[in-house]
């Protein structure tokens, strides 16, 4: 697990958690005074604003909506920021507590007796049995090979360009274990059926991402088709940026490799 990379994650969200407090902080400046007070009388649902000067509170008819609506805001800003303000706590003590801590297996096995070493196996990643059971659970389907062109990949695979060509390869490079273009599982209900250029195993992890790879990003039509298959991914509970990653490119902005490289070591090794 990488400390470094959680805490950055905390400190994002501690981030928008902050900017939320100094939105509601300026939002306070516009509040009315007092509390809003609901009561019912006989199946009637009454309106009032209570303050320190009023002790029953002052009734609000059909003509002061406009105050029972920003009393009724005001009452919500201030549960957000109070709610804002204890994850903000919580996500503060976390932070410190990680800078604590050092996950480091090299340090750890290093600190162990000779004598014991031996013994050690320091491979935490999937077996080669389990990745291979992690490959053969995937059900695919035969579909529409038009526009391919007869590039290779290291693997052997045939694909589409040479964009494909240079993730493939660099997930070998790295020993991530992939399949190109196999359809989700049976599972996968719905009008369409959806084929990602990339399905990839994260082995020290356990976890499966899809890799899409936009080649025309300057083609507003295929734009809009990634765009679709991005939404259908998420109703399915594949997220850009969490189990789907995307990578695009245009006539004048080709594929980085060494941007490539990163997101590979951002996500799957």
């Known amino acids: 697990m990488n400390t470094s990379h959680i805490i950055n994650q905390l400190i994002e969200a501690e981030n928008e958690l902050k900017e939320i407090k100094a939105k509601l902080k300026k939002l306070e400046n516009c509040e009315p005074e007092g509390h809003l007070l609901i009561r019912t ?28 609506k920003a009393l009724a805001q005001k009452r919500y800003n201030h549960l957000l920021e109070d709610a804002a303000q204890k994850e903000l706590e919580a996500i503060h003590r976390c932070i410190q507590e990680l800078k604590g801590c050092s996950f480091n297996p090299t340090g750890i096995y290093d600190d162990l007796p000779d004598q014991i070493k031996q013994f050690v196996d320091t491979d ?19 579909h529409p090979r038009e526009g391919r062109d007869e590039m290779t990949t290291l693997n052997g695979e045939k694909v589409r360009s040479k964009s494909e060509i240079i ?8 020993n991530v274990p992939y399949i190109y273009e196999k359809s989700f599982d049976e599972g996968w209900q719905g009008k369409y059926r959806d084929f990602p250029d990339f399905t990839c195993l994260n082995r020290r992890t356990g976890k499966t991402y899809y890799w899409e790879h936009c080649g025309k990003f300057d083609d507003p039509k295929y734009t809009e088709s990634l765009m679709l298959r991005i939404q259908r991914f998420a109703n399915h509970g594949i997220y850009l940026g969490s189990e789907l990653i995307v990578t695009m490119e245009t006539s004048q902005f080709p594929l980085n490799t060494n941007y490539v ?8 090794v």
């Open 41 to 68: 009388n006989k199946n009637t649902v009454q309106y009032y604003t209570k303050d320190t000067g009023n002790k029953y509170g002052q009734y609000l008819g059909k003509d002061k909506q406009d105050l029972v």
């Open 124 to 142: 935490m990643a999937m077996s080669p049995e389990e990745v291979e059971k992690w490959q053969n659970q995937y059900f695919e389907l035969n």
């Open 167 to 174: 993730i493939a390869d660099r997930l070998r490079h790295y």
């Open 261 to 268: 490289d990163k997101l590979i070591k951002r996500y799957l």
